[in-house]
């Protein structure tokens, strides 16, 4: 991944792999648009 100003997640599987990256990557951001819980845990999802 390349060095950027912001990387943002845009769904819970997303989400998991943008927060083990490295700060120096970017700020990270998760854009939420809806509580998508129909292919996996619902705790899964709200872990991310």
């Known amino acids: 991944i ?4 912001i990387i943002c997640a845009t769904s819970w599987e997303t989400a ?6 490295p700060e120096h990557l970017g700020e ?4 939420i ?3 998508e ?3 996996s845990r ?3 999802v709200l872990d991310t």
Do not use: A, I
């Open 2 to 5: 390349p060095s950027g100003d």
């Open 16 to 21: 998991e792999d943008t927060g083990e990256y």
């Open 28 to 31: 990270k951001c998760y854009l």
């Open 33 to 35: 648009q809806h509580f």
């Open 37 to 39: 819980t129909w292919n």
């Open 42 to 44: 619902k705790e899964r």
